[in-house]
T-cell receptor, first 113, second 117 residues
Framework: DQQVKQNSPSLSVQEGRISILNCDYT??????FLWYKKYPAEGPTFLIS?????DKNEDGRFTVFLNKSAKHLSLHIVPSQPGDSAVYFC????????????FGKGTRLHILP | DAGVIQSPRHEVTEMGQEVTLRCKPI?????LFWYRQTMMRGLELLIY????????DSGMPEDRFSAKMPNASFSTLKIQPSEPRDSAVYFC???????????????FGAGSRLTVL
């Protein structure tokens, strides 16, 4: 039973355009959401997070949007750059009740020249 | 700090053999997590520790898997006996709980790629 779902295994985007990665979750009690980026042969690295009390968080080219009613979040990367080609994992946590961090299966992003 | 250190980076073994994966968390971090990555299941949480105490091991697949954290700077994940379906990349991650934003941000090691023949 996947509590955090990334339904697109891969995505290809032209360099310079916007990349939109999507994530759905089932547990309405999650209070923090995080995105991690992973290059081959490396561990995932933290990218950006958002609290459940917010609907948007921005950091440079990266913006995360949260729609609690739809249990959906998305990561926007604009403009997309070649170095953004990686696997992106969505994660969620229940900080006040548990310290577990649950990850989705990941979406592989290809930035095309 | 050198980050989270995992060893070995690659392990190839035969079915039935014992496998031990090792992790050194970042100094001062009091949370340690073990994850397994496969194509089918993505990043699965196996077990996590807080202050060296196992808090939740519900993700450990079966009794063949065990994890220990004898002190704040070392943890092991053991598989005995190993099976081909255990082939995966195993990640260790550590954190010091929630940061100033409230998020529990993990720092991952580079992973241990296990192949069981």
């Amino acid at each position: 039973d996947q509590q955090v779902k990334q339904n697109s295994p891969s995505l290809s985007v032209q360099e310079g355009r916007i990349s939109i990665l999507n994530c759905d979750y089932t547990n309405s009690m999650f209070d923090y959401f995080l995105w991690y980026k992973k290059y081959p042969a490396e561990g995932p690295t933290f990218l950006i997070s958002i609290s459940s009390i917010k609907d948007k968080n921005e950091d440079g080219r990266f913006t995360v949007f949260l729609n609690k009613s739809a249990k959906h979040l998305s990561l926007h990367i604009v403009p997309s750059q070649p170095g953004d080609s990686a696997v992106y994992f969505c994660a969620a946590s229940l900080n006040d009740r548990d310290d577990k961090i649950i990850f989705g299966k990941g979406t592989r992003l290809h930035i095309l020249p | 700090d050198a980050g989270v250190i995992q060893s070995p980076r690659h392990e190839v073994t035969e079915m039935g053999q014992e496998v031990t994966l090792r992790c050194k968390p970042i100094s001062g971090h009091d949370y340690l997590f073990w994850y397994r990555q496969t194509m089918m299941r993505g990043l699965e949480l196996l077990i996590y520790f807080n202050n060296n105490v196992p808090i939740d091991d519900s993700g450990m697949p079966e009794d063949r898997f065990s994890a220990k954290m004898p002190n704040a700077s070392f943890s092991t994940l053991k598989i005995q006996p190993s099976e081909p379906r255990d082939s995966a990349v195993y990640f260790c991650a550590s954190s010091n709980g929630t940061d100033s934003s409230g998020a529990n941000v993990l720092t991952f090691g580079a992973g241990s790629r296990l192949t069981v023949l």
